[in-house]
């Protein structure tokens, strides 16, 4: 297996899987090793990790309020603060907050981004909403 010497990094791929082709655990690498850490970041409610109880970013604490104009600050803040002080790769470009189906209760979290070691820009959308457990 050939090693990555990336300087932006590398970890476990989320969720978790493994190789065939190695017979071990599969790696993220590079921008796709931020897109996970980011999303690992936001789906983390503050308390969780047991060794770094500051680690997350508390989203699950507005997923019964109404997406007001407030509301919508509130959720832009609570990112910004979390990817400032947990993902030192990246600078935050900027965030948008949509509702494309106010019905569905579903809102969808639209995060522009720059990588700080080459300078490249990307974007990530996090779906932000509750889904049904009828599949169990």
Known sequence: MAENKSFLGS?????PRFSDASDGLELSHDDRDIAESIFILLSTTPGE???NPEYGCDLQSMVFQTMSKSNQA???DMINTAILYFEPRVKVMGIEVNQPNKLEGKVDISIDFMIKGTNSRKNMVY???LT???DV
């Open 11 to 15: 970890g476990w791929s989320f969720p």
């Open 132 to 134: 049904e457990g009828t």
């Open 49 to 51: 990790r047991v060794m």
């Open 74 to 76: 509130r959720i832009k």
């Open 127 to 129: 779906p932000f909403y």
